[in-house]
């Protein structure tokens, strides 16, 4: 894991890899008026794929999706709450860069919302239009 996402200076030119931090930055900063309190103590991080072991493979493929798009992680000890996010799955979704944010937003949206106990609309109202 690269670690904590942070707003940074601007490059002359950014990575596709601070392109995508950048489209996670913009899906917490929506959140943030509604549900700032509650993501106060929420890392966001971005890792490159999903860890072996996350993986679905035999019968269970079938029902599910095989390439998770992102995990959350609730605090335990000194740990605080995780948000993560796979960039190369979520590339690989996405047809063009305007694509790729709003499936971005709703998988910021879907872990915040496991992470909370509530569903993905009462997170993001939008989030049902675009469903």
């Given at each position: 894991?690269?670690?904590?996402?942070?707003?940074?200076?601007?490059?002359?030119?950014?990575?596709?890899?601070?392109?995508?931090?950048?489209?996670?930055?913009?899906?917490?900063d929506r959140l943030k008026?509604?549900?700032?309190?509650?993501?106060?103590?929420?890392?966001?991080?971005?890792?490159?794929?999903?860890?072996?072991?996350?993986?679905?493979?035999?019968?269970?493929?079938?029902?599910?999706?095989?390439?998770?798009?992102?995990?959350?992680?609730?605090?335990?000890?000194?740990?605080?709450?995780?948000?993560?996010?796979?960039?190369?799955?979520?590339?690989?979704?996405?047809?063009?860069?305007?694509?790729?944010?709003?499936?971005?937003?709703?998988?910021?949206?879907?872990?915040?919302?496991?992470?909370?106990?509530?569903?993905?609309?009462?997170?993001?109202?939008?989030?049902?239009d675009r469903h």
């Amino acid at each position: 894991m690269r670690g904590p996402l942070a707003p940074s200076h601007v490059p002359i030119a950014k990575s596709r890899g601070e392109r995508f931090d950048d489209l996670v930055l913009d899906a917490v900063d929506r959140l943030k008026p509604r549900w700032g309190a509650q993501l106060a103590s929420v890392e966001f991080a971005v890792e490159e794929v999903p860890p072996a072991d996350e993986l679905v493979d035999g019968p269970a493929r079938l029902s599910s999706d095989p390439i998770p798009l992102g995990r959350a992680d609730s605090a335990s000890g000194d740990d605080p709450a995780t948000v993560v996010l796979y960039r190369r799955p979520l590339e690989a979704r996405a047809r063009d860069r305007d694509t790729l944010g709003t499936l971005v937003l709703d998988v910021v949206v879907e872990q915040v919302a496991s992470l909370l106990g509530l569903t993905p609309e009462t997170i993001d109202p939008g989030y049902d239009d675009r469903h």
